[in-house]
């Protein structure tokens, strides 16, 4: 496996493997990698033929009081597992690389970055399709790969590939759960032992939003507050946001529906923590 440090290096290997009849997957991340991220490595690498990885932890979608500086950054650990799950070339720029000296371009998808994880981290999700943007251009994949746990970003991305006639497709891949229920995320490494199992209220909110769907409940409004009570009940937990809302548009709808996206974030200790589900 190939590590390549410039936007030049990304583009030559990535034509010159469409060139072979190579379909081109990328996979972006920011580092930190687990078994989440490996699950979207395995699917890349059973779609395409030529994988790329990219492990850049971005700037812009930190606010100023987030975890930029101490984000988990474990490089040599990280190439690892890409090359054992399929990845052909790891793509790791420096962010002078990304954004040169100068940048004053941001990709704004309007309406949908203010909402949800927008709306309490104003700027994210700018700087999010910023750099996927420059990424879909340096590497020109045919297929990109995201975790479901992002549900909001995705939905960011998708509209910003439609809006821009961008030709990568995005691919969205399940999420990824400890035997426990917790989602998998770079930044469980914050939580204590205590915070660990406060956490857990995440993925039973989830859980409780899915079986009363089941059950037959369709009023978001009930949904949110059954699911308020789970919160209710681990006081150490700060809610930021229980919503159901349209997948595509980021608002919130009435009534549940298939598709539906019930979504979910909170602090745990000093972590900020995500999941979600898509009702069916």
Request: proline fraction near 4%.
């Given at each position: ?17 469409r060139?072979?009849?190579?379909t ?23 779609s ?11 700037p812009?979608?930190f ?5 930029f ?5 474990t ?5 690892a ?10 793509f790791?720029p ?40 420059k ?29 821009l006639?961008?030709?990568?497709e ?29 956490a857990?209220a ?15 409940e369709r009023?978001?409004s009930?949904?949110?507050e059954?699911?308020?009570e789970?919160?209710a009940?681990?006081?150490?937990i ?43």
């Amino acid at each position: 496996m190939e590590i390549l440090r410039t936007v030049a290096e990304l583009r030559a290997w990535s034509r010159q493997e469409r060139a072979r009849g190579k379909t081109i997957g990328l996979v972006p991340t920011m580092g930190a990698l687990h078994q989440g991220h490996a699950s979207l490595i395995q699917a890349a690498a059973a779609s395409c033929s030529a994988v790329a990885v990219s492990i850049f932890v971005n700037p812009t979608q930190f606010g100023p009081n987030e975890d930029f500086s101490r984000y988990p950054r474990t490089f040599d650990t990280d190439c690892a597992l890409s090359e054992a799950e399929g990845a052909h070339v790891v793509f790791a720029p420096s962010v002078d690389e990304l954004y040169p000296g100068g940048a004053a371009t941001y990709v704004e998808v309007a309406g949908l970055t203010g909402r949800l994880d927008g709306a309490s981290r104003p700027g994210h999700f700018r700087g999010v399709a910023t750099v996927v943007a420059k990424l879909f251009i340096a590497a020109e994949p045919d297929l990109a790969f995201f975790g479901q746990k992002d549900a909001a970003q995705v939905a960011v991305l998708r509209r910003m590939t439609i809006d821009l006639r961008l030709a990568t497709e995005l691919v969205v891949c399940p999420i990824v759960r400890e035997k426990d229920g917790l989602a998998l995320s770079s930044r469980n490494v914050y939580l204590s032992v205590e915070e660990r199992e406060q956490a857990l209220a995440l993925s039973r909110a989830v859980h409780e939003a899915e079986n009363l769907f089941a059950a037959g409940e369709r009023s978001a409004s009930r949904i949110i507050e059954v699911t308020r009570e789970t919160f209710a009940a681990v006081p150490e937990i700060r809610v930021d946001y229980i919503a159901l809302v349209d997948w595509a548009k980021l608002e919130p709808v009435e009534i549940a529906a298939p598709g539906s996206l019930f979504a979910v974030a909170a602090w745990v200790g000093a972590t900020r923590l995500i999941d979600n589900t898509i009702l069916n």
